[in-house]
Nanobody, 126 residues
Framework: QVQLTESGGGSVQAGGSLRLSCVIS????????VAWFRQAPGQEREGVAA????????SYADSVKGRFTISQDDVKSTVYLQMNSLIPDDTGMYYC???????????????????WGKGTLVTVSS
């Protein structure tokens, strides 16, 4: 069974930083595309960043380029999302998700992903 567990969310003021973690069960870590998504209240879930496990590929939504960094730790089967210079529009529930195989050439849509975590809440105040 594939399991994804997010952590690291919290409340910060604008300009602050958070690092989210997504621990992925080992049977679904290597050879997979892993992406972070977020969903603000009343809005659709949107892709934020993606990476291919075991490779150097990363992709980012335009809204977070230069502020967010996605990275991976093979030993810990964990994907991180370092979020700097946070703004109120970054507020939302953040989810990680995975799908077998290569990542698409841009941040994937929700319909592409097979397995999801339950999310971690990020709140940025002005």
């Amino acid at each position: 069974q594939v399991q994804l567990t997010e952590s690291g969310g919290g409340s910060v003021q604008a300009g602050g930083s958070l690092r989210l973690s997504c621990v992925i069960s080992e049977n679904a870590f290597r050879g997979n595309c892993v992406a972070w998504f977020r969903q603000a209240p009343g809005q659709e879930r949107e892709g934020v960043a993606a990476t291919y496990i075991g490779g150097l590929y990363t992709s980012y939504a335009d809204s977070v380029k230069g502020r967010f960094t996605i990275s991976q730790d093979d030993v810990k089967s964990t994907v991180y999302l370092q979020m700097n210079s946070l703004i109120p529009d970054d507020t939302g529930m953040y989810y990680c998700a995975t799908v077998r195989g290569w990542c698409p050439p841009a941040v994937p849509g929700v319909e592409v992903m097979d397995y999801w975590g339950k999310g971690t809440l990020v709140t940025v105040s002005s």
